[in-house]
């Protein structure tokens, strides 16, 4: 499968099954989109009539142009055939009940009462509460016990907000590292929290054992306090910020994200992302709201074209940025086109209800955070493992080629067939397609490529 389009004044041409991306001029460009449906001979024919007075494209240039089509075509890099259809069933099969990864929501209450919170500020839907040391021990235990021949594992602790229970996180970062090397594992540690509770022993701790801090903030002002409230309805922009700079500054800028949310009031989130710039923060993220479609907050039709348009003006600001030597990251734009992900995971996703799995504070295992509090997606618990095996099934039928919907889309190998959670909640089932955010998806994957073609492209012209 091929895909082709223009962005930023680049041609760009996409194999989907190779993995092979292509910069071309204008008449390649014609060539490819032509070459399916017509011989070589009528391609000439059509494309010398689109060109007609233009006396550098002749006809043995477009006759050239075929031929090195072909090549690409036989040697793989071009139209290549979808053969990993077969696979799809037998990945996460190969794997067994292999667990790589858990979210231990340590704290099911929050400090914040933020409006579009899809854990209902925390609570998931159920009753507030913390996790005990007990019942995270037992979790490490069984990630442990189930991690195979595995030897990096990853947890992050998750809430609400885990910060509220903040010395159970630290002695269960200390037993982690006492079972290491009897078990001859490595534990990595992340951190997702709102900020309010920011204080030096958190900065010290969390440099020193968090391989990754995720800070939520909404960028503008009157955007984050439009949202991100506390009980009494006041904003935490002020309170959070300088914290926010101080740890990231203790980091040294590195290996943490800025994690916004936008909704129907921003659709213009790139302002947003300027802000946080502005702010000197580089390692930036902005992910559409998860609510119902009734919600306030809900993204609409229209903004559709408007949060596409952002993106697409994003990718451009990074490429200005770069040229100017004040790069930032994106989490979204993050994409190797040398190497890329394999092909497993192209395939099986990010391995939501298998390889990773959320813990509750009372140690009930659901396929992921966005599962929690409803009680059909609970999967069993740390002490009996998995018990509702055909729930785990389901989730591993999960992948690219899942979904009647993805069968002729370019970026299935991209998205892996998309979120589980975003598929049941805009369509009751884990195998639907919420198509708005695959329109969002294919946007920034298109964004992605242009920008690592665009920096080809500046690089080949500066040693010319």
């Known amino acids: 499968m091929v895909h082709q389009y223009q962005l930023n004044g680049c041609n760009i041409v996409l194999?989907?099954?190779?993995?092979?991306?292509?910069?071309?001029?204008?008449?390649?460009?014609?060539?490819?989109?032509?070459?399916?449906?017509?011989?070589?001979?009528?391609?000439?024919?059509?494309?010398?009539?689109?060109?007609?007075?233009?006396?550098?494209?002749?006809?043995?240039?477009?006759?050239?142009?075929?031929?090195?089509?072909?090549?690409?075509?036989?040697?793989?890099?071009?139209?290549?055939?979808?053969t990993y259809a077969p696979l799809a069933e037998t990945f996460k099969d190969r794997s067994g009940d292999v667990v790589k990864a858990l979210c231990l929501h340590v704290a099911h209450t929050c400090n914040l009462n933020c409006a579009y919170c899809f854990a209902s500020q925390g609570k998931y839907h159920g009753q507030r509460a913390i996790m005990s040391f007990e019942v995270g021990r037992q979790a490490l235990d069984y990630l442990i016990a189930h991690s195979g021949s595995r030897t990096n594992l990853e947890v992050d602790f998750f809430g609400g907000e885990p910060l509220m229970n903040w010395e159970v996180c630290k002695r269960l970062v200390a037993y982690a590292r006492t079972q290491e090397e009897p078990h001859h594992k490595k534990f990595r540690f992340t951190l997702t929290t709102n900020g309010m509770l920011i204080d030096d022993d958190v900065i010290d701790?969390?440099?020193?054992?968090?391989?990754?801090?995720?800070?939520?903030?909404?960028?503008?002002?009157?955007?984050?306090?439009?949202?991100?409230?506390?009980?009494?309805?006041?904003?935490?922009?002020?309170?959070?910020?300088?914290?926010?700079?101080?740890?990231?500054?203790?980091?040294?800028?590195?290996?943490?994200?800025?994690?916004?949310?936008f909704t129907h009031a921003n659709p213009d989130f790139l302002n947003d992302i300027n802000c946080m710039l502005d702010l000197g923060f580089t390692e930036l993220s902005m992910e559409p709201v998860v609510c119902a479609p009734d919600d306030p907050a809900a993204l609409t039709e229209e903004d559709l074209p408007v949060i596409l348009e952002q993106y697409e003006k994003l990718a451009e600001e990074m490429l200005q940025r770069e040229r100017e030597g004040r790069p930032f990251t994106f989490y979204h734009y993050m994409i190797d086109l040398t190497g890329g992900p394999c092909i497993y995971k192209r395939i099986s996703g990010c391995g939501s209800g298998t390889e990773y799995m959320a813990v509750?504070?009372?140690?009930?295992?659901?396929?992921?955070h966005q599962f929690v509090g409803e009680e059909k997606f609970r999967l069993g618990d740390i002490w009996h493992g998995v018990t509702n095996t055909a729930m785990r099934d389901s989730f591993r039928s999960c992948n690219a080629y899942a979904r009647p919907e993805c069968a002729d889309c370019w970026a299935k190998l991209y998205c892996s067939g998309g979120c589980a959670a975003n598929a049941y909640h805009a369509?009751?089932?884990v195998l639907g397609t919420y198509e708005y955010g695959c329109k969002i998806f294919r946007k920034r994957i298109e964004c992605a490529i242009m920008i690592q073609v665009a920096e080809m492209l500046r690089k080949e012209k500066q040693s010319d």
């Open 15 to 82: 194999d989907t099954c190779s993995g092979s991306v292509h910069a071309v001029d204008e008449v390649a460009y014609d060539v490819i989109a032509l070459f399916p449906d017509k011989s070589g001979g009528e391609i000439v024919a059509e494309l010398l009539q689109k060109y007609a007075g233009r006396p550098d494209v002749t006809e043995d240039d477009l006759r050239q142009c075929v031929a090195d089509v072909e090549r690409l075509r036989d040697s793989g890099k071009l139209f290549t055939p979808d």
């Open 205 to 261: 701790f969390a440099n020193r054992e968090m391989s990754n801090v995720v800070l939520s903030l909404d960028g503008r002002k009157e955007i984050h306090d439009r949202c991100r409230v506390d009980y009494a309805g006041n904003g935490s922009w002020e309170r959070i910020v300088p914290k926010f700079q101080k740890l990231v500054a203790a980091r040294g800028g590195k290996n943490y994200y800025m994690r916004g949310t």
């Open 360 to 368: 509750t504070p009372w140690g009930d295992l659901y396929p992921c």
């Open 427 to 429: 369509t009751g089932s």
